[in-house]
């Protein structure tokens, strides 16, 4: 898997909330510790969680539903 110089500093998904479907959650889990990995073996800084969503996120569409907003807790006024 190419991994995207983009994905190095920037800060595109937020990670304050998730929701869906289980099987869905268990991947994301799944592949965010892939990413981790992939990330450790390019010596690709891992210490913020937000590069890491965005990198799943973009890897990984099928599993991933991006609702944007202006407002950086949009997503917990979508949820209730």
Same mark, same amino acid.
Request: aromatic share 14%.
């Given at each position: 898997m190419k991994v995207h110089k983009q994905f190095q500093r920037a800060s595109n998904v937020a990670g304050g909330a998730f929701g869906g479907q289980s099987e869905n959650l268990l991947k994301f889990i799944y592949y965010y510790y892939e990413t981790i990995k992939l990330f450790i073996s390019?010596? *690709?800084? *891992?210490?913020?969680?937000?590069? =890491?969503? &965005?990198?799943? &996120?973009? !890897?990984?569409?099928?599993? *991933?539903? =991006?609702?944007? !907003?202006?407002?950086w807790y949009y997503f917990l006024d979508y949820l209730s």
């Open positions: 390019h010596k *690709i800084f *891992i210490g913020k969680d937000q590069n =890491l969503f &965005a990198f799943v &996120a973009f !890897s990984h569409p099928e599993i *991933i539903n =991006l609702v944007q !907003s202006g407002k």
